[in-house]
């Protein structure tokens, strides 16, 4: 049984940095793309980066350049840090994991990807 994990929501001023995890477990396959997505009160959840097996990363215009996604193959464990926040950062986010790459390098939407965490809620205030 696959099982994700988030970690490391809160809430936090603009400017300042998060960095959530996601840790994964029960997962057997060889290859995978591992994604963050995010949903705010209202608005369809939101793709915004993407990494596979190989370590290629896929980002949405929204977040390049303010946000890194990043793993630990050891501990089974996917990042995203998060600087320089702005309120219209905050929302529930998610974890997503599916067995195909070519999913990450497309950046596919939520409903393409097969696994899910519960998700951790990041809230930033002005």
């Known amino acids: 049984q696959v099982q994700l994990v988030e970690s490391g929501g809160g809430s936090v001023q603009a400017g300042n940095s998060l960095q959530l995890s996601c840790t994964i477990s029960?997962?057997?396959?060889?290859?995978?793309?591992m994604a963050w997505f995010r949903q705010a009160p209202g608005k369809e959840r939101e793709g915004i980066a993407w990494?596979?097996?190989?370590?290629?990363?896929n980002y949405a215009d929204s977040v390049k350049g303010q946000f890194t996604v990043s793993r630990d193959n050891t501990k089974s464990t996917l990042y995203l840090q998060m600087n320089q926040l702005k309120p219209e950062d905050s929302a529930m986010y998610y974890c997503?994991?599916?067995?195909?790459?070519?999913?990450?390098?497309?950046?596919?939407?939520?409903?393409?990807?097969?696994?899910w965490g519960q998700g951790t809620q990041v809230t930033v205030s002005s």
């Open positions: 029960g997962y057997t396959f060889p290859t995978f793309c």
């Open positions: 997503a994991l599916d067995q195909w790459e070519w999913k990450c390098k497309r950046g596919v939407g939520a409903s393409d990807l097969r696994y």
């Open positions: 990494i596979d097996s190989g370590g290629n990363t």
